[in-house]
């Protein structure tokens, strides 16, 4: 099972609605994914337990790993794109 961090402002309602949209797509692609969630603040400690970060805000210290800085789960506009992107660090 691959783990997500998704990081915003204050993770609560950004963080949940981009939380939402990407497990059901990841998993509609057949993905098994955890998904977690936390404040931008929080990434420096805890990056190195995830695959993969997503955030909608500007995040430091993700320990090599991956990130995907996006609005689009909240904006509808180049999803996809993100989906196929943040896929491709999964596999």
């Known amino acids: 099972m691959?783990?997500?961090?998704?990081?915003?402002?204050?993770?609560?309602?950004?963080?949940?609605?981009v939380?939402?949209?990407?497990?059901?797509?990841?998993?509609?692609?057949?993905?098994?994914v955890s998904i977690d969630q936390c404040k931008a603040s929080e990434v420096?400690?805890?990056?190195?337990a995830y695959d993969v970060i997503v955030s909608t805000t500007e995040v430091d210290?993700?320990?090599?790993?991956?990130?995907?800085?996006?609005?689009?789960?909240?904006?509808g506009i180049g999803i996809d794109a993100d989906i196929e992107k943040i896929a491709g660090f999964l596999k």
Not at 3 to 15: E, F
Not at 19 to 32: H, I, N, Q, S, T
């Open 2 to 17: 691959k783990k997500i961090l998704v990081a915003c402002g204050t993770a609560v309602a950004t963080s949940t609605v």
């Open 19 to 32: 939380a939402k949209k990407l497990e059901e797509a990841l998993k509609a692609r057949g993905f098994a």
């Open 44 to 48: 420096p400690s805890k990056a190195a």
């Open 61 to 75: 210290g993700t320990a090599g790993k991956p990130l995907i800085r996006t609005l689009s789960f909240l904006t």
